[in-house]
């Protein structure tokens, strides 16, 4: 039963946190993002080496640079109990714009290469990696586009979390007396 009650006590002030803060949810979306990219990064350099496609390996540096400075500037733009820092939100969302292009003409040239090239490049199982950089590309894309709807949502969830009640129940509260703060001489 005491350890209930810790499990309790952690999650009300988890939602507390997140009730002081909600653009932690927007963080938390993006960071699961940028690791995914992260994660996979193999199948993109391979597609990469084996395709030399234009700008590929430019693509794929500027994804990963503004995937992390992005993640800066996002909490930049939410300072602590202060308001929303706009041009490092801007700059934020130019970034994503950055990145989304980036992931589009990748995955555009990978097509180009498979599909459309005088001399296609045919998928066998030692090139299986192109089709998977090509299938996390689409999944890259849709997990930014997810993170920016959670991003937007922010006052939203901070109205819904308001409703939530955090406050704790003390015994013996309410039969307490009102403290003498009046000067004694």
């Not at 946190?17 to 996979?40: D, E, V």
């Not at 199982?125 to 922010?154: D, K, Q």
């Not at 819904?160 to 007396?177: A, F, P, R, S």
Request: hydrophobic share 50%; proline share 3%.
């Amino acid at each position: 039963m005491g350890s209930r009650k810790g499990i309790k006590e952690w999650l009300r002030k988890k939602v507390v946190s997140i009730k002081r803060n909600p653009q932690k949810i927007g963080l938390i979306a993006f960071a699961i993002t940028f690791l995914y990219y992260s994660l996979n990064l193999t199948c993109i350099s391979n597609t990469t080496a084996k395709i030399q496609g234009s700008g590929m390996g430019l693509c794929g540096f500027v994804t990963m640079l503004f995937s992390m400075l992005s993640l800066l500037c996002y909490m930049n733009s939410f300072p602590r109990r202060k308001k929303v820092n706009k041009p490092m939100l801007i700059i934020f969302i130019v970034m994503i714009g950055i990145i989304l292009f980036c992931d589009y003409r990748y995955r555009d040239l990978v097509y180009y290469a498979v599909a459309l090239s005088a001399n296609p490049i045919v998928i066998t199982e030692s090139t299986i990696y192109i089709l998977e950089a090509y299938n996390m590309l689409l999944t890259h894309m849709i997990l930014l586009v997810v993170s920016l709807v959670l991003m937007a949502l922010g006052p939203v969830f901070k109205m819904l979390l308001n409703k939530i009640n955090t406050n704790v129940n003390i015994d013996g509260y309410d039969k307490m007396e009102a403290i003498d703060i009046s000067a004694e001489e």
